[in-house]
């Protein structure tokens, strides 16, 4: 059997020979369709358990130890948690109730209040115990809607049962109220055998053969949940006018009192106000407003319920720099408005050697594997290719030389053991990450599969000199190379800068609008601080926005792409672009139109013109005045529909900007 499944065997063992009343349950961790990690769940007594829980993730991954004691109302009477979470940051966690009062302590916050034992604490940092215990407390109430402790609410949207064979039923759980999505559990009465979320999939290892099943048949329910949004929260575009708005050129000029006429998906016109003879059917307000291009995330993985934050964010088309090959499907569903979503303009398919921190999503084994898995991109229609770290880095000439044969760009991390300079000679098109660009200065360093390729730039990345003639040498290179870099700045600033059990900057300006769980993430801190890394680290940041106005002084090109949180994180890059000291104008062309030039679109999208497609963005202000109204979005047109930013933002859980 798989290490992963011993190991749970010999601790089932080693319980099962100190207590035989101890029972319990190990389920396998399954991340991007490999066995990587386990959840154990031992029973004490019928109100007392104790858990384990861990997975790896290229060098990341939590490693938790949990112990739960139940009140009588099946509710967390008291919780005790340590170990290290997914960025291996040391936790310790508790809850404890005492007659009619709680204490707690957690990475977000240390309190104590009134309690009466009827709420359900929902832990920080933890097991996947706390999603069993949640889903029994729901089948019991007569409402299925459960108080969080110290507040919030959940509530059981719908509960759908499944046979699997003759005499084995199963329920599909789908729960609101935690975050932006819901919140899906596999219940045999009342066990938890298996949680599915995205790439990750906890199952009780007796239910591994059902496991695809299960799968596919809580996709259909999410297709159907979203689509059933997508019903609600489209409106169909006809004849339309924007009238008297303040319209962004493609100049990044803003041109005062303009109306925009649209045909359907099409922009028909664009004239100063009160010039046009034409009656429409409906007439919309822009006066006091800036109406945009959509904008473009220049990196993103996608997924069908990132799509909503996309667009309620102004975002209306992306690169997608890695995912599975089912890609195509998703955007097809995007496209034909089934799940509200962004246009897919760029399909880049990633290659990862194998290896201890290999990415999961497609691993080779041998330049043969590699140059035949280009191929496959191409024949998908894929334009782009993007290797990993633990691409060999003897592979990658020719893995470059087979995919500039056909037509494809070539991006990716920097492999481990090779400079960002050493892999653009060897035919790099594109750098992902403002980290790798800094690892080019740290050749001792450079093992890019593991975590230093975050915490070695955030340590030495201060004392880049940009008057130094290495850095001054690898400028040269970028721009004789014509090297796009796609900063996702916006992730190092949370990585570097956040402090652990403090509001992190990244975040601060939206994190009121959140649901309760999505809100605690913003406090975890990103990577682990001693005190005196904290400045070193902050120091190290600044290094990068330095960086990026002397790239884009000195003519690279760079993008704008998150590699995370859509929409919102996408806004604090474009922030951070402007605090870097790139002019707010310079920053909304990359957003637009430069963009849909990088990626061949700019025919169809990119500016407002009459013939392109109306994929338009309304804000409620000036961002050339001031960035961050670029968060004030009323709504986005998009493929012939028009969705209001208030009702996909309340649809996840989300308040609008107002």
Same mark, same amino acid.
């Given at each position: 059997?798989?290490?992963?499944?011993?190991?749970?065997?010999?601790?089932?063992?080693?319980?099962?020979?100190?207590?035989?009343?101890?029972?319990?349950?190990?389920?396998?961790?399954?991340?991007?369709?490999?066995?990587?990690?386990?959840?154990?769940?031992?029973?004490?007594?019928?109100?007392?358990?104790?858990?384990?829980?861990?997975?790896?993730?290229?060098?990341?991954?939590?490693?938790i130890?949990?112990? #739960?004691?139940? $009140?009588? =109302?099946?509710?967390?009477?008291?919780?005790? &948690? *340590?170990?290290?979470?997914?960025?291996? @940051? %040391?936790?310790?966690?508790?809850?404890?109730?005492?007659?009619?009062?709680?204490?707690?302590?957690?990475?977000?916050?240390?309190?104590k209040?009134?309690?009466?034992?009827?709420?359900?604490?929902?832990?920080?940092?933890?097991?996947?115990?706390?999603?069993? #215990?949640?889903? $029994?407390? =729901?089948?019991?109430?007569?409402?299925?809607? &459960? *108080?969080?402790?110290?507040?919030?609410? @959940? %509530?059981?949207?719908?509960?759908?049962?499944?046979?699997l064979?003759?005499?084995?039923?199963?329920?599909?759980?789908?729960?609101?109220?935690?975050?932006?999505?819901?919140s899906?559990?596999?219940?045999?009465?009342?066990?938890?055998?298996?949680?599915?979320?995205?790439?990750?999939?906890?199952?009780?290892?007796?239910?591994?053969?059902?496991?695809?099943?299960?799968?596919?048949?809580?996709d259909?329910?999410?297709?159907?949940?979203?689509?059933?949004?997508?019903?609600?929260?489209?409106?169909?575009?006809?004849?339309?006018?924007?009238?008297?708005?303040?319209?962004?050129?493609?100049?990044g000029?803003?041109?005062?009192?303009?109306?925009?006429?649209?045909?359907?998906?099409?922009?028909t016109?664009?004239?100063?106000?009160?010039?046009?003879?034409?009656?429409f059917?409906?007439?919309?307000?822009?006066t006091g407003?800036?109406?945009?291009?959509?904008?473009?995330?220049?990196?993103?993985?996608?997924?069908?319920?990132?799509?909503?934050?996309?667009?309620?964010?102004?975002?209306?088309?992306?690169?997608?720099?890695?995912?599975?090959?089912?890609?195509?499907?998703?955007?097809?569903?995007?496209?034909?408005?089934?799940?509200?979503?962004?246009?897919?303009?760029?399909?880049?398919?990633?290659?990862?050697?194998?290896?201890?921190?290999?990415?999961?999503?497609?691993?080779?084994?041998?330049?043969?594997?590699?140059?035949?898995e280009?191929?496959?991109?191409?024949?998908?229609?894929?334009?782009?290719?993007?290797?990993?770290?633990?691409?060999?880095?003897?592979?990658?000439?020719?893995?470059?030389?087979?995919?500039?044969?056909?037509?494809?760009?070539?991006?990716?991390?920097?492999?481990?053991?090779?400079?960002?300079?050493?892999?653009?000679?060897?035919?790099?098109?594109?750098?992902?990450?403002?980290?790798?660009?800094?690892?080019?200065?740290?050749?001792?360093?450079?093992?890019?599969?593991?975590?230093?390729?975050?915490?070695?730039?955030?340590?030495y990345?201060?004392?880049?000199?940009?008057?130094?003639?290495?850095?001054?040498?690898?400028?040269?290179?970028?721009?004789?190379?014509?090297?796009?870099?796609?900063?996702?700045?916006?992730?190092?600033?949370?990585?570097?800068v956040?402090?652990?059990?403090?509001?992190?900057?990244?975040?601060?300006?939206?994190?009121?609008?959140?649901?309760?769980?999505?809100?605690?993430?913003?406090?975890?801190?990103?990577?682990?601080?001693?005190?005196?890394?904290?400045?070193?680290?902050?120091?190290?940041?600044?290094?990068?926005?330095?960086?990026?106005?002397?790239?884009?002084?000195?003519?690279?090109?760079?993008?704008?792409?998150?590699?995370?949180?859509?929409?919102?994180?996408?806004?604090?890059?474009?922030?951070?672009?402007?605090?870097?000291?790139?002019?707010?104008i310079?920053?909304?062309?990359?957003?637009?139109?430069?963009?849909?030039?990088?990626?061949?679109?700019?025919?169809?999208?990119?500016?407002?013109?009459?013939?392109?497609?109306?994929?338009?963005?309304?804000?409620?202000?000036?961002?050339?005045?001031?960035?961050?109204?670029?968060?004030?979005?009323?709504?986005?047109?998009?493929?012939?529909?028009?969705?209001?930013?208030?009702?996909?933002?309340?649809?996840?859980?989300?308040?609008?900007?107002?």
């Amino acid at each position: 059997m798989r290490n992963i499944l011993l190991l749970s065997w010999i601790i089932f063992f080693l319980y099962g020979c100190e207590n035989s009343e101890v029972q319990t349950y190990t389920y396998d961790v399954v991340f991007r369709g490999s066995s990587a990690g386990f959840y154990i769940k031992r029973m004490l007594s019928d109100k007392q358990f104790d858990y384990s829980y861990q997975y790896t993730d290229r060098g990341r991954g939590p490693e938790i130890t949990e112990s #739960i004691v139940l $009140n009588e =109302l099946g509710m967390i009477a008291s919780q005790e &948690i *340590s170990g290290v979470n997914y960025l291996k @940051v %040391s936790i310790d966690e508790y809850f404890r109730q005492e007659n009619a009062a709680a204490s707690w302590k957690n990475s977000f916050e240390e309190n104590k209040s009134d309690f009466d034992g009827a709420s359900l604490y929902f832990r920080y940092d933890g097991s996947p115990a706390i999603y069993e #215990i949640l889903s $029994n407390a =729901l089948l019991k109430d007569e409402d299925e809607k &459960i *108080s969080l402790f110290p507040h919030g609410e @959940v %509530s059981l949207l719908d509960r759908k049962p499944f046979m699997l064979s003759d005499d084995l039923e199963v329920t599909l759980l789908m729960i609101s109220g935690l975050g932006m999505n819901p919140s899906y559990v596999w219940m045999k009465q009342d066990e938890m055998i298996a949680r599915i979320d995205g790439n990750r999939h906890i199952i009780r290892v007796d239910m591994l053969p059902y496991r695809m099943q299960l799968k596919e048949w809580q996709d259909k329910e999410e297709d159907d949940f979203l689509k059933k949004l997508a019903s609600e929260l489209s409106i169909p575009l006809g004849e339309v006018l924007v009238q008297n708005v303040n319209v962004l050129s493609k100049k990044g000029q803003l041109i005062a009192n303009q109306d925009v006429s649209i045909s359907g998906n099409t922009i028909t016109g664009v004239y100063p106000t009160g010039t046009s003879a034409t009656s429409f059917e409906k007439v919309m307000d822009g006066t006091g407003k800036t109406l945009m291009p959509g904008m473009f995330d220049m990196h993103t993985h996608n997924s069908k319920f990132r799509g909503l934050l996309h667009v309620a964010g102004g975002i209306t088309s992306v690169r997608d720099l890695a995912n599975n090959k089912q890609l195509k499907v998703l955007s097809a569903q995007f496209d034909k408005n089934e799940i509200i979503g962004p246009r897919i303009v760029t399909f880049c398919g990633i290659i990862d050697g194998s290896g201890p921190y290999a990415n999961k999503r497609n691993v080779v084994e041998t330049l043969e594997e590699g140059l035949q898995e280009i191929h496959e991109y191409k024949k998908l229609g894929y334009q782009q290719i993007k290797l990993y770290s633990s691409i060999r880095p003897e592979w990658v000439l020719p893995m470059t030389e087979k995919a500039h044969e056909l037509g494809m760009r070539v991006s990716g991390h920097i492999p481990a053991y090779m400079t960002a300079s050493q892999a653009i000679d060897q035919g790099y098109d594109e750098i992902q990450h403002i980290n790798m660009l800094f690892l080019n200065f740290l050749p001792d360093t450079i093992d890019t599969r593991t975590p230093l390729r975050f915490t070695m730039p955030a340590t030495y990345g201060r004392a880049l000199d940009l008057r130094s003639d290495d850095y001054l040498n690898f400028l040269r290179q970028l721009q004789k190379e014509d090297i796009l870099v796609d900063l996702t700045i916006s992730i190092f600033e949370n990585m570097l800068v956040a402090e652990r059990g403090e509001l992190s900057p990244t975040y601060s300006p939206i994190a009121h609008r959140m649901p309760l769980m999505t809100q605690r993430g913003f406090y975890s801190g990103g990577l682990p601080k001693t005190e005196d890394q904290v400045i070193i680290f902050k120091e190290s940041f600044n290094k990068m926005l330095e960086v990026i106005a002397h790239l884009y002084e000195n003519g690279v090109d760079v993008v704008p792409g998150t590699d995370g949180l859509p929409g919102f994180l996408y806004h604090r890059e474009l922030e951070l672009y402007v605090k870097a000291g790139i002019p707010a104008i310079d920053v909304l062309k990359m957003a637009t139109i430069q963009s849909a030039e990088i990626t061949g679109k700019a025919d169809l999208l990119g500016s407002i013109e009459a013939g392109k497609l109306a994929d338009l963005i309304l804000v409620d202000g000036n961002p050339l005045e001031d960035i961050s109204n670029i968060r004030r979005i009323e709504w986005t047109m998009k493929g012939g529909y028009l969705y209001y930013a208030k009702d996909l933002y309340e649809a996840q859980g989300i308040q609008h900007f107002e």
